[in-house]
């Protein structure tokens, strides 16, 4: 089931949503689900469809909510142009970071590495930096009218961020039914075999990696309105890095859907339990954890794999039936 | 011969203190195929993986088409047109096989439409058409092979580097395959193949190259280079030309 | 100018906090040399073994340096169920998802503790805790010092270990040649649980070495782990002169940047290193080749 139609059904009936449900608490949870799910959509474009694992998206979640905040607090910047502003920033730090590991050929465990320790560095800088506000953080000045992308009700941040995903939902469809994107996932499956069919690997990684950063970057930003408060520990710590890796794994590495589904089915998963349990700090990442061992354990594929293979075990196989073995008559 | 279209000029490689290759020079014309065998270790894979771009030869030149490609990286030396197939294969497993054909097929029509078309027809010219919608890693030795051979078509070549195309192929798999490869070079496409499937690699070329200890001891019609003392030599051990044409034969 | 006293003394405090690295980097050298994976979940094994060290002195009154008796092996028990029973399992032999498995074993693990025991930081106060060592010029912690000692004795026992008994063979053996190790015999899901469980054990033989003059928190582990990760790629993968070298070397550096450019700084610098190390020359001083 390839084409646009899962998506368009996916947006429309997130969009459908506010219509029904009104609970401020309700929405609050979905937004915090869609930006989380937008950070794993960037994730998902390096990691799931190029198969390079980074442990430090954070960077760029950091780099683009710090960007836009920094503009807008020291520098009087427009929202809308700060916004702007830090998915080029986020970009920009993608294709640094990118070229640099790309560059010294880093694979798998050393990639995830390096990725890790570029967020720390990043972290503890802005930790001790002034223009970040170092310990204190930085605080957007509350102006809830459109211009300075705040909205007195929750709503309207809700259509801004499912705007966001579904931006990000089409971006990931064009890629994979794009020459880049098969070169990518070519890449992906095997790096030598994809270079001998004339694939320039380098590129493809670095360009997959600035529009991952690019998006985790945008979630970054969006934050940054949401909350109207940015530190180091929010905009470059690991619980974003972790967050933006889990949701695709759970939904589904390499799909279009998959971290839409990942970050709503995670959340759904960590509030259910904060009900349950009370709500002690912890414990929504303790289920996250859990949630990524149990699904490389039992779900390597994530839900949306998952689906798919319980589809086709039902319904008979998307792939032509097996036909009898002929032997190549012609040459 | 005229002008070759794959130059290899006195090409050497180290590996720490190890000569793997050492003044090898060969050249394979347009349009014709030639084989490469040599014992195992003689370095045969080394040099295709020197030729390609895998690796950068310590000395020496390769030319393409008359330009010196010496050191360029795999991916340029494909969009020039030369296409190799790996002795280890080495299949895009989580895809189909007409995704795989498509990968090589984008390299000259950016269209998704127009690369499909491409691995459709690549994949019915090596013998595959039934098993296109299949995910690659159910394909049988033979079938990856083929697969391996239609990745490397797919990139429309105009030489094509065949390393062991036929190893792990039982006598009818080798069958069904040589006029596989008889046709692509009979379309115009040079290739050059490492073998050691003796038969079919003496049938299929027109000229052979021996390669020993990482020299180039022989090369000549499959005829002469069989009955040189030498070749027999280096596959068989020292002073075994001499026992066999002595008349001990084992 | 700088008294020279004041940098050796520097230098002194900076190899005993690197000793303490090079134990948490030699048991994620070894686990890497055998198992060919980073253990994402050594620092949050750290931090659970600090607590463990904690709590045996609050509640038991056990000194750490005797409660390591007990919980080094505590510990190694644990490290060989989770990779027996759960990280080699779910990872059905795929190096990227044994990352992520480590991976979620550390984020359950840290918010686990977090859950459990909140992110206060706990301290013990040993009545020789505040001992020291007079050297005339400058004074030196007699916790650090014995840490210091320690993490030698540490590292000549796992020799011993690696050279003289069946199981270090094994080990050598696997970490060499996995293949042949198998068709030998050796079964090598349970010598990787072995070597799991060594290094886990290292890690908690270096939470009571440290809880003393440090502390117990959720994240505490983490930051040891970061300086781990670069001592291990400074020193070499697999390498265990190279951990122990690098360790020191580390534990050097941070003292001396801390010194001169402050804490944060001598962090990020540590991280440089780190990251330079990775782009330019991934197989360390000592190792080999990735």
Known sequence: ?331 | MAEPLLSVERVSHRFGGLLAVDAATLAAPPGRITGLIGPNGAGKTTLFAIISGFLKPSSGRISYAGEDVTGEPPYRLARRGMARTFQIVQPFAGLSVRHNILVGAHLRHRARAAALDVADMVGHEVGLGDWLDRPAQTLTVSGRKRLELARALATEPKLLLLDEVLAGLNPSEIRDIVPVIRAISARGVGVVMIEHVMQAVMSLSERIFVLAEGRVIAEGSPAQVAADPAVVEAYLGHGAAAKIGAGHVH | MLSPLILVTAVLNGLMTGAVYALVALGLTLIYGVLHIINFAHGAMLSAALFAAFFAYQKFGLDPYLAVFLIAPLFFALGYALQRFVIGPSSHGDDRNMLLVTLGLAVFIENALLYAFRANTRTIDLPYGFKSIDLGFTFLAMPRVISFAAVFIVALALWLIMTLTDTGKAIRAVAKEKLGAELAGIDVAHIYAMTFGLGTACVAIAACLLIPTYYATPGAGNAFVLVAFTIVVLGGMGSVPGALIGGLVIGVVESLAGFFFGESLGQVGIFLIFIVVLLVRPRGLFGASA
Request: some cysteine.
């Open chain 1, 1 to 331: 089931m390839k084409g646009p139609a899962p998506i368009a059904i996916a947006v429309a009936a997130l969009a459908a949503v506010p219509l029904v449900v009104h609970s401020n608490v309700v929405l609050n949870f979905l937004v915090v689900a869609l930006l989380i799910a937008l950070a794993g959509q960037g994730w998902n474009i390096i990691g799931g469809y190029g198969g390079q694992y980074s442990f430090g998206h954070a960077a760029f979640f950091g780099t683009g909510a710090y960007a836009t905040a920094i503009l807008q607090v020291h520098y009087g910047v427009n929202a809308w142009l700060g916004f702007a502003a830090g998915i080029a920033a986020g970009a920009a730090a993608g294709a640094i970071i990118g070229a640099l590991a790309f560059r010294a050929g880093l694979r798998s465990s050393y990639f995830a590495l390096v990725t890790l320790a570029f967020a720390e560095v990043l972290r503890i800088l802005a930790s001790v930096a002034p223009i970040t506000g170092a310990g204190v953080g930085l605080l957007i000045k509350l102006d809830l009218r459109p211009q300075s992308l705040q909205f007195q009700s929750r709503v309207a941040f809700y259509f801004v961020i499912l705007a966001l995903v579904a931006v990000a939902l089409v971006i990931a469809h064009l890629i994979e039914r794009s020459r880049f994107g098969t070169w990518l996932i070519a890449v992906r499956e095997n790096e030598d075999a994809a270079m001998a069919l004339g694939v320039n690997a380098f590129r493809v990684k670095l360009a997959a990696m600035v529009v991952s950063a690019a998006i985790t970057a945008a979630a970054g930003c969006f934050y940054a309105q949401y909350f109207l408060f940015v530190d180091s520990g929010i905009a470059y710590g690991t619980w974003i890095s972790i967050e933006a890796l889990l949701t695709p794994i759970i939904g589904g590495v390499g799909t279009v859907l998959g971290p839409l589904v990942g970050a709503l089915a995670a959340k759904a998963l960590g509030e259910g339990a904060k009900y349950v349990a009370g709500d002690a700090p912890g414990l929504d990442l303790m289920i996250y954890g859990a949630m990524l061992v149990l699904v490389i354990a039992f779900a390597p594929r994530g839900l949306v794999g998952a689906f798919n293979d319980m589809r086709q075990r039902l319904f008979g196989s998307t792939m032509k039936a097996r036909p009898p073995l002929k032997e190549a008559a012609h040459g």
